[in-house]
């Protein structure tokens, strides 16, 4: 990187193609989810887009949980992924299981990440994590030191 791209960023000739698998070489690290409070949940009844941080997600109707961690603070999770990773409680209130184990990486450039549900920018230092399934979605590091543990 010179100090044209360091104030300006890549230009648009250098742009990477969207992350669809984790680069080779990568320091993998595990975690699980930490105990946490309860978050509400439901299927998509039709196929709607949902903003988070990292971008615009498409959720399926059917297909795909909306899962709000707060007001304006949602993501999208294919349902079968989920099932596997939410355990309900009633209500519409579900918790992530703390016996499952992730992994992430980190980059120390930009990239986008393809996740199954739309492409999300990840920034330098954000966790790159995999899910149950393979699948890829960025988080930042504050609040994956907020959600995750070492496992």
């Given at each position: 990187m010179n100090m044209m791209h360091a104030l300006f960023g890549e230009p648009a000739s250098a742009k990477r193609a969207p992350l669809t698998r984790p680069p080779e070489g990568v320091r993998w690290?595990?975690?699980r989810a930490k105990e946490a409070p309860a978050k509400r949940a439901w299927l998509a009844d039709a196929d709607c887009h949902v903003h988070t941080?990292?971008?615009?997600?498409?959720?399926r109707g059917g297909k795909d949980y909306v899962l709000a961690h707060?007001?304006?603070?949602?993501?999208?999770?294919?349902?079968?992924?989920?099932e596997a990773t939410y355990e309900p409680l009633g209500g519409g209130l579900f918790r992530k299981r703390t016996d499952v184990i992730l992994r992430y990486f980190t980059l120390k450039h930009r990239v986008?990440?393809?996740?199954?549900?739309?492409?999300?920018?990840a920034r330098p230092g954000d966790w790159?994590?995999?899910?149950?399934?393979?699948?890829?979605?960025p988080v930042s590091?504050?609040?994956?030191?907020?959600?995750?543990?070492?496992?």
């Open positions: 690290r595990k975690v941080e990292h971008g615009v997600l498409l959720a707060g007001p304006g603070d949602h993501n999208v999770v294919r349902r079968d992924i989920f986008v990440v393809q996740t199954l549900e739309g492409a999300q920018a790159i994590m995999q899910g149950v399934k393979g699948e890829l979605w590091p504050d609040k994956a030191r907020e959600k995750y543990e070492p496992a």
